[in-house]
């Protein structure tokens, strides 16, 4: 299994809809996690960390459930710009040990 | 502040020639990394570093050395250009007391015949 599992999508949705991401990852003794945006072409910036008891910002909400290994990331209201690639990133917490980034789901919204 | 910058944005290279990528950033970070990215792989450690003066593997480091001589620069060598070495480079910087939000420079398209 790989540490950082994502949907690849592509996710095209149009404006205004409210879309959802999943991520899974596999080991259960990370502590942090985190999502990152990646427009085309542009390089990797940290949109929000995710929470044990979820957070909220603006349009965005990312959730942790700990039990199941999983991380989410929902996007209401679509805009525009909100096309990009979203990266799933953990902290496997193992020393120095560097973020663990996933692929990446790609995000389409259209007019 | 100029954050991280990379150095060159883009290159052709043959098989077989060297070239020196430059990362450098102006935030007073110890943590460096480099990455690269290809289509479908997704954001891959080539090198990291903790600290001036010390280098350690990521997941994919054959074909590359690095060398962090001054705190604000990180360099990315390949000895001998591969043609499986074409990529999109990424370095990036991390301060130790929040070693999770990493800064990451612009890029190097790096293209090898």
């Known amino acids: 299994r790989k540490e950082v599992e994502q949907d690849p999508g592509p996710f095209n949705v149009p404006e205004g809809a409210t879309v959802a991401f999943n991520c899974t990852y596999s080991?259960?003794?990370?502590?942090?996690f985190f999502w990152y945006r990646q427009d085309c072409r542009k390089e990797p910036k940290l949109l929000m960390s995710?929470?044990?008891s979820g957070n909220e910002d603006g349009r965005f909400t990312a959730q942790l459930n700990r039990a199941s290994q999983y991380i989410s990331l929902l996007i209401r209201d679509s805009k525009l710009s909100d096309s990009a690639t979203y990266l799933c990133v953990v902290n496997p917490f193992q020393g120095n040990t560097p973020l663990v980034f996933g692929k990446g789901t790609r995000l389409s919204v259209i007019a | 502040n100029a954050g991280v910058t990379q150095t060159p944005k883009f290159r052709v290279l043959k098989t077989g020639q060297s070239m020196t990528l430059l990362c450098a950033q102006d935030?007073?970070?110890?943590?460096m990394y480099w990455y690269r990215q290809d289509p479908g792989m997704g954001l891959r450690l080539i090198h990291y570093s903790v600290g001036e003066g010390t280098t350690a593997k990521g997941e994919v480091p054959d074909g590359y050395n690095v060398s962090r001589l001054k705190k604000q620069n990180f360099l990315l060598g390949l000895e001998s250009a591969a043609p499986s070495q074409t990529s999109v480079y990424f370095c990036?910087?991390?301060?130790?007391?929040?070693?999770?939000?990493?800064?990451f420079g612009p890029g190097t398209r790096l293209t090898v015949l």
């Open positions: 080991n259960s003794a990370s502590q942090s």
């Open positions: 995710v929470y044990s």
């Open positions: 990036a910087s991390s301060y130790r007391g929040d070693r999770d939000t990493q800064y």
């Open positions: 935030m007073n970070h110890e943590y």
